[in-house]
């Protein structure tokens, strides 16, 4: 499956991203609809120093995941990146297509940041994150971390 499958870094919102959200709204989730809303509005873009908005695509361009990393706006000393919007299509959950986009973004956040912070309250994601190397923190806006 991966191997037919490429992580790019994207500058614009991906034309299928409707689709995605089509399906987090299925699952009760709203922060596609917000990635989207930021963007369009610039409030968002993923385009300041160290961020960036990644997708995942198959072989026949469909997209099938997609997350970004921001400087954590939480911290004021910049080395603290925020990982948000991860989302996966679920015809594409656990076969790794997770994994490979967070490896993805993590190599290229370590050239800016000493370590990334999320916030997740789904208890599978919380798991991914826990298997991928993240430790639970209790912090306002935080609950799970990964220091390079």
Do not use: W
Not at 20 to 42: K, M, V
Not at 49 to 66: H, N, S, Y
Not at 96 to 112: P, W
């Amino acid at each position: 499956m991966l191997k037919s499958c490429r992580v790019e870094r994207v500058l614009e919102l991906p034309s299928q991203l409707d689709v995605l959200i089509e399906y987090s709204q299925g699952e009760n989730f709203r922060f596609l609809n917000r990635l989207e809303q930021d963007f369009r509005t610039g409030e968002n873009c993923f385009d300041q120093r160290g961020e960036g908005l990644f997708v995942v695509l198959t072989q026949k361009d469909q997209l099938i995941a997609v997350a970004g990393i921001n400087k954590d706006p939480f911290y004021q000393s910049g080395q603290v990146g925020r990982l948000r919007r991860f989302y996966i299509h679920p015809d594409y959950r656990r076969q790794g297509v997770g994994a490979y986009l967070l490896r993805n973004i993590e190599k290229y956040a370590r050239a800016n940041f000493h370590e990334l912070h999320l916030f997740t309250d789904a208890v599978n994601a919380a798991s991914f994150y826990h298997k991928m190397g993240y430790e639970p923190i209790d912090l306002p806006n935080s609950n799970f971390r990964k220091i390079f």
